[in-house]
């Protein structure tokens, strides 16, 4: 029996509004359809971090009309920048549903002196806003930002920041849950190795060395298209960047940057979601706005448990006409199996011919969803990093809780290979990462309810 609301002890997120906090889903229908997918969240985050690299107007657009996002606006509002959200023009049918753009362009004036002082909750709410430091170090020379701590799915760390900054000569410090950064000679070029390719270091660094004195060379660089999409408008606001999409960055440092106007690369996760999600409801969905080129691995393995797939530039059609075969998949940096695809690949192997074992390489944390997969009816077994799961016909509809922006996504996806209805909670997670995840459900023929009651043909209790 599902009860008519959520547990109360459920919606704890901050500020949640805790009757629209929640999404139900029919299972047993087979997505189908097209659905577009707007600009990258983890590119667009750092774009506008970039943004204060340059004095005046810069315009970024295909931004997604996403939680996360509007959190970044008022960081750099705080930081005394413009920030100016405007509907993309034209706004084209495929990413509007209802009238509702699902992209927008954000226009940041960034003043002369933008401000040193990024502590407040919202920084702390954000991990993507330690992105700040390394563009506001280089153009101020001083800068404290707020600790972001770690979220769901790990510790997360910012050593490699730190440490990188620290051969460009700058000296941090932590001081009541901030990190303090001086350049008092400026930012200089160096050498730097990453231990590891960690995306959110690799940008920071990229932004700090834009506007040292000299040569940078990061080496070990994350490969990610979202840095290459940052260093391709940074290129355009005059940097001199060299090796972008590779492991080797080399920056020679300029005296300064112009303002640029940029469109965010497509969201590749936001499109592997649908890739998993036609997987497995055996369904046939075409997605536009992302190159399936950087989901390589990703199509892959759907192809390994049986899909056809068929790709062009910046859109692929994903079928699955039987039960998908199990597969394995391990998750490293790109252009390994991302890590945010994570809680879709175990959705997958729920519902798969056969066992998979699945190893998560980049956060402590992320199987902590498994849990509230299981509460589905997956058969799951974690250990350290890996776990192994062995696939059943179909799971059962249940009330879960998404722990995550990905980890939400997976329970939805997985609640329509259910013989019954499922009620996700807390879902202001997904907000933050998906423009409007519900409509998207809804264009590929599902069945699906924003909080409220159950007033759309989802009849709760059976
Ligand atoms: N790490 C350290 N020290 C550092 C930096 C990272 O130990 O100085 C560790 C982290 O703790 C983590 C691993 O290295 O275990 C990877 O961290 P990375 O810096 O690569 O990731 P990030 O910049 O914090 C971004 C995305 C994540 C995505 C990862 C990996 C943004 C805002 N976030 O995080 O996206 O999973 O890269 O691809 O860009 C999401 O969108 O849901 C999300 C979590």
Redesign the pocket.
């Known amino acids: 029996m599902i009860p008519d609301r959520p547990d109360p002890a459920w919606l704890t997120g901050p500020g949640d509004a805790a009757v629209d906090d929640v999404i139900r889903v029919r299972g047993g229908t087979q997505m189908t359809g097209t659905v577009h997918v707007v600009g990258a969240?983890?590119s667009a985050?750092?774009l506008m971090a970039a943004a204060l690299l340059a004095p005046g107007r810069s315009v970024i657009t295909n931004v997604p009309r996403i939680t996360d996002i509007a959190i970044m606006g008022e960081v750099l509002r705080r930081l005394g920048c413009g920030v100016r959200f405007d509907a993309d023009h034209p706004v084209d049918p495929m990413v509007a549903y209802g009238g509702v753009p699902r992209s927008r362009s954000v226009t940041i004036d960034v003043p002369e002196t933008p401000g040193i002082d990024a502590d407040c909750d919202l920084v702390r709410r954000l991990?993507?806003s330690i992105c700040v430091l390394g563009p506001l170090l280089a153009r101020r020379g001083s800068v404290r930002v707020a600790h972001p701590g770690g979220d769901a799915?790990?510790?997360?760390?910012?050593?490699?920041?730190?440490s990188g900054l620290t051969r460009m000569g700058a000296e941090i410090s932590g001081e009541r849950g901030c990190v303090v950064a001086t350049a008092p000679h400026g930012l200089r070029g160096t050498e730097i190795v990453l231990d590891?390719?960690?995306?959110?270091?690799t940008?920071n660094l990229v932004m700090a060395a834009v506007l040292a004195q000299g040569t940078t060379v990061i080496d070990n660089a994350?490969r990610?298209p979202?840095i290459v999409d940052i260093c391709t408008m940074l290129s355009q606001m005059g940097a001199l960047i060299d090796g972008a999409g590779t492991s080797t960055l080399t920056v020679v440092g300029v005296p300064g940057l112009h303002p640029v106007r940029h469109a965010t690369v497509g969201d590749r996760?936001v499109a592997g979601t649908w890739a998993f999600g036609a997987a497995m409801t055996r369904g046939d969905v075409t997605v536009t706005g992302a190159s399936p080129a950087f989901l390589d691995i990703a199509l892959d393995k759907l192809v390994a448990a049986g899909a056809l797939v068929e790709t062009r530039r910046d859109a692929f059609r994903i079928r699955m006409e039987d039960r998908p075969r199990a597969v394995d998949v391990v998750t490293l940096?790109?252009p390994g199996f991302?890590?945010?695809l994570l809680p879709m690949a175990i959705g997958l192997a729920a519902v798969s011919d056969g066992a998979s074992l699945i190893t998560e390489n980049?956060?402590?944390g992320r199987f902590m969803f498994a849990n509230e997969m299981m509460r589905l009816g997956a058969d799951i077994q974690t250990d350290g990093h890996h776990a192994v799961v062995r696939g059943r016909q179909r799971l059962s509809g249940a009330l879960v809780r998404a722990t995550?922006?990905?980890a939400g996504a997976g329970l939805l996806i997985a609640g329509l290979c259910t013989d019954g209805v499922t009620e996700v909670s807390q879902v202001h997670h997904v907000d933050r990462?998906y423009p409007d995840f519900v409509a998207d459900l809804r264009a590929l023929g599902v069945e699906v309810q924003r909080g409220g009651a159950a007033d759309e043909g989802i009849s709760l209790g059976r």
């Open positions: 969240k983890n985050l750092k991990r993507a799915i790990g510790s997360r760390g910012l050593d490699m920041h730190i590891f390719p960690s995306v959110g270091a940008e994350a990610e979202e996760i940096p790109y991302a890590t945010d980049i956060f402590d995550d922006i990905r990462g």
